[in-house]
């Protein structure tokens, strides 16, 4: 039944997303400073962003993330907003696309002030090490997972980033939802504990009271969709209430004034 649920998954994420270009980004060329004003360890609110680049990195959902965001910043004076986001793909399965060895070019192109990371959707499989099959969930796979999670966030830092990292949401499958707590279980082992990275739980945020899949939300008012068909990933109206949550979180940690542009605020 695990690997029956998988291959369906596969089929959900390559078919139902369109993997953005890699140079997809929205920018506003003109800065109102000539530094980056993003700082989590800030003691004041910077009254606008100054000269950043934010990148956005991650599977189909980080793929949703990364639009929705980008619909919502692209009107910030002197805020690049850079989406390399790649559908199917994740840490589980480098054989497909191996993060770890792409990002370092990536990020010496960008040159990203912010990496903000969205993985997940197709991490719920085994891993390969040495030779041996790791199987979801255990201790050596844990292991496995976050010496993946550590090389992201390393990759980062080093090159001058800060990361925000943002968990998985709920989704419609019991058993796909349990898959997503582990994942994220592993994923707090690692983010918090790193210089200049933070963990963003949209669990609460994205669920119900209960903390159960929330597939409708009242958003700015009336009830809409906004988690796709497949139950995993979100509605266009489910990008923009994401895109807005992020431009929110960004501001509070870095201590910035940001607007949502198009602002969709979910409510229950």
Avoid at 73 to 95: A, D, E, I, M
Avoid at 145 to 163: C, F, R
Wanted: with cysteine.
């Amino acid at each position: 039944m695990k690997s029956a649920f998988r291959g369906i998954l596969a089929l959900l994420v390559t078919s139902s997303v369109l993997v953005p270009n890699f140079s997809a980004q929205a920018q506003v060329p003109t800065a109102t400073t000539n530094k980056c004003n993003l700082s989590a360890t800030a003691t004041t609110v910077a009254n606008t962003p100054g000269k950043c680049t934010i990148l956005f990195i991650g599977d189909s959902l980080g793929n949703n993330l990364g639009m929705g965001s980008i619909y919502q910043l692209k009107g910030t004076p002197g805020l690049q907003v850079v989406n390399v986001s790649r559908g199917s793909t994740g840490l589980s399965n480098s054989w497909f696309y191996n993060w770890p060895e792409k990002l370092p070019g990536i990020l010496a192109h960008y040159k990203p002030d912010l990496v903000v990371v969205f993985f997940g959707a197709n991490d719920h499989q085994d891993m390969r090490s040495h030779g041996s099959n790791l199987h979801f969930g255990s201790k050596a796979w844990a292991t496995a997972y976050s010496g993946e999670v550590k090389k992201i966030v390393s990759a980062s830092t080093k090159s001058g980033a800060q990361v925000a990292w943002f968990g998985m949401p709920s989704m419609r499958s019991i058993a796909f939802s349990n898959y997503m707590k582990t994942l994220n279980k592993t994923v707090q082992t690692v983010v918090p504990a790193a210089k200049n990275s933070t963990y963003i739980p949209t669990w609460d945020f994205l669920s119900t009271s209960r903390g159960k899949f929330l597939e409708y939300g009242n958003v700015n008012g009336s009830r809409q969709r906004i988690r796709g068909e497949d139950g995993i990933h979100f509605s266009t109206v489910g990008q923009q209430v994401l895109g807005t949550f992020a431009t929110a979180k960004i501001a509070e940690i870095y201590h910035v004034k940001l607007v949502a542009l198009h602002a969709k605020r979910l409510t229950k």
